[in-house]
């Protein structure tokens, strides 16, 4: 189940990291920092352009930590490594492949931090549940 709640995630955020025009993407930025700023109310300083950033991290740390927890036979920094690699390959798309999106590497920046917090809760949790590889391949329910 978590994997397919993981895929139908990441095919939601690889719509939204290709859509040719980035003003839907502005859009949903500041609906995110008008949500949050109503929820949560705004410390001083805290603009759209800080929401954006934010939401940037979110996308990348919730994947990695998913996967963290979800394949732990393979070490959490082997996901931060990819997603900044996807993150790279993100940017570079959007500022030389869609005419309408720019290359960011704020973006960039707060997809890879996301990415590294992700990690990092992931072994904090694996750690703290005291999960361990099953000694039988066969036997997944620690990490179903």
Known sequence: ???????????????????????????????????SR???????????????????????????????????????????????LASAGIEVTQGFVLPHRKLDLTDFLANTAGAMLGGFVGVIILRFMGSRVPSDPEDRSAVD
């Open 38 to 84: 109503r929820l949560f109310g705004a410390p001083p300083g805290y603009g759209p352009d800080q929401a954006e950033i934010l939401a940037n991290a979110i996308v990348m740390f919730l994947p990695v930590l998913a996967l963290c927890l979800i394949f732990v036979r393979v070490k959490p920094w082997v996901w931060v490594l990819l997603a900044a």
């Open 1 to 35: 189940m978590g994997s397919l709640l993981l895929c139908a995630y990441l095919a939601g955020a690889a719509v939204l990291f290709f859509w040719p025009s980035g003003s839907r993407i502005h859009r949903m930025n500041l609906d995110f920092w008008m949500q």
